[in-house]
């Protein structure tokens, strides 16, 4: 198969390169590739401002199958595209890709993060960052953030869940956990005490934070009226089935931090790893994900907008203010 990919570059106000990473999908046409990367550009701009990175937005989408059609001459075809652009684009994995086949397009190009040798697993600081967003939570809600007998619900006991569950735990915090692998759920109830209950109900049980660290589009018309919670703020892509959604918990008077603040600890490794910012500013854009959500929350409140329009309008007032380029 011949590459048949597009990046888009949505903006570099905040930032040069415009970072983002790359999707390989079978989309049903390059209709259908075009606006799934433009919407996804987009929302990289939001993410990596929020995330105090000197980084625009960019994303690319490779249209095929990975399971069939992913091979290394293609991965280095792309990588020849981005090394094309001559450091307007800086790429590294999303669905459908991971570090290994970053290592391939590193062969051809040096804009790409998140390669096995410059970080390993982006996992642990991503947990870090979604730990810092859930105190913030607490901070709003209990006037503090310490998380000292609070109740948090996790869906999902992988790479990132575990490392939370860990997190929370050490901190004093309450933890109910699920995971349709019953091995990993079995492994991090055994390390940490937390309790385990079925993934049909992790969504429903009565605590303080739902933390989704699992699936996309847990968050809709039939999920919303369930809950039993009075905050979600989990690592998870793409929480909301759709906008709307955002505006049902907010009637419900459920507080949300939007995924792309809580689990935005990846990227700040990444680009760390991968020297677009000094190291050494790394764990201080960490703590970083306290503040914002904080700031998301409450501005929320105050101006009666979902989280998600607040982060879009901070993001906005960030990026107005940016210096010319
Ligand atoms: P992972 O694949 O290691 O873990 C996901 C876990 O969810 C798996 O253990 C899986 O069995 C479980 N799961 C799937 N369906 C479930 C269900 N219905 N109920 C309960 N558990 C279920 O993935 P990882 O890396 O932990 O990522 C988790 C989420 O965080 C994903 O949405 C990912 O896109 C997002 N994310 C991850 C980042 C990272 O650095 N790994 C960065 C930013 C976001």
Redesign the pocket.
Same mark, same amino acid.
């Given at each position: 198969m011949g590459l048949r990919a597009i990046v888009a570059l949505h903006d570099s106000r905040g930032g040069l390169p415009a970072a983002g990473g790359v999707r390989f999908r079978p989309y049903v046409d390059e209709g259908e590739a075009l606006s799934d990367v433009l919407r996804l550009s987009r929302a990289m701009t939001c993410k990596n401002v929020l995330a105090d990175l000197p980084l625009g937005g960019g994303k690319s989408v490779i249209i095929g199958d990975p399971a069939t059609d992913k091979t290394p001459e293609l991965l280095r075809s792309f990588g020849g595209f981005v090394e094309s652009l001559g450091g307007a684009y800086f790429c590294g994995p999303d669905?459908g890709t991971n570090a290994h086949d970053m290592d391939v397009v590193e062969e051809v190009t040096r804009h790409v993060g998140a390669t096995n040798r410059q970080m390993g697993?982006?996992?642990p600081?991503?947990a870090v960052g979604t730990f810092h967003a859930i105190r913030a939570t607490s901070q709003h809600l209990l006037g503090t953030s310490d998380l000292e007998g609070m109740r948090v619900a996790v869906?999902? !006991?992988?790479?990132?869940?575990?490392d939370l569950v860990r997190h929370l735990v050490d901190a004093g915090a309450t933890v109910v956990v699920?995971?349709?692998?019953e091995d990993?759920v079995r492994q991090v109830a055994a390390e940490t005490g937390a309790e385990v209950v079925s993934?049909d109900a992790?969504l429903f049980v009565e605590a303080d934070v739902l933390a989704?660290?699992?699936?996309?589009g847990v968050l809709s018309e039939e999920t919303i009226p369930h809950l039993q919670v009075r905050a979600v703020c989990?690592?998870?892509?793409n929480q909301l089935a759709t906008p709307d959604d955002g505006t049902r918990l907010r009637a419900r008077g459920i507080h949300f931090v939007p995924?792309f603040v809580a689990? !935005?600890?990846?990227?700040i490794a990444g680009a760390a790893a991968a020297g677009v910012y000094p190291a050494s500013e790394m764990a201080a854009k960490l703590d970083g994900i306290f503040d914002r959500s904080l700031e998301i929350l409450r501005r929320s409140d105050a101006e009666g907008l979902t989280p998600n329009e607040v982060a879009e309008r901070i993001a906005r007032e960030l990026l107005d203010e940016a210096p010319e380029r």
């Open positions: 669905v697993s982006s996992a600081p991503t869906q999902g !006991a992988g790479a990132v869940g575990r699920a995971d349709i692998d990993a993934p992790i989704p660290c699992a699936l996309g989990g690592a998870a892509n995924d689990s !935005a600890g990846g990227v």
